[in-house]
């Protein structure tokens, strides 16, 4: 599992294999634990927001596309983006 925090919103919590995927998405390198500067915020939010877009209607009724996977950390994002502050990831055992 793979958490994300900033100051002023909960933490997202993700399986590991999902993370990595957004975490590459929003042009992070990919690196566990790491983080995004205020400054490169803006980006991986564009950047995640275009899934919704190119995300495939073609899924099963019990699959959940990586867009709406992604929605909570774009939340987050935004938030973070809003209050200046800079976004962290890291491994975590719990929820």
Do not use: Y
């Not at 002023?8 to 975490?23: P, S, T």
């Not at 996977?69 to 938030?79: D, F, G, H, K, V």
């Amino acid at each position: 599992m793979i958490r994300f925090k900033t100051k002023q919103h909960a933490d997202v919590v993700m399986h590991d294999a999902m993370a990595e995927k957004l975490i590459k998405i929003m042009g992070a390198s990919g690196l566990v634990p790491s983080a995004l500067d205020h400054d490169m915020i803006a980006e991986a939010i564009d950047k995640l927001s275009r899934l919704a877009k190119n995300s495939s209607s073609d899924l099963a009724q019990d699959q959940v596309s990586l867009s709406q996977r992604a929605q909570p950390l774009i939340a987050l994002l935004n938030t973070a983006l809003t209050s200046g502050e800079p976004v962290m990831w890291q491994k975590t055992n719990v929820f």
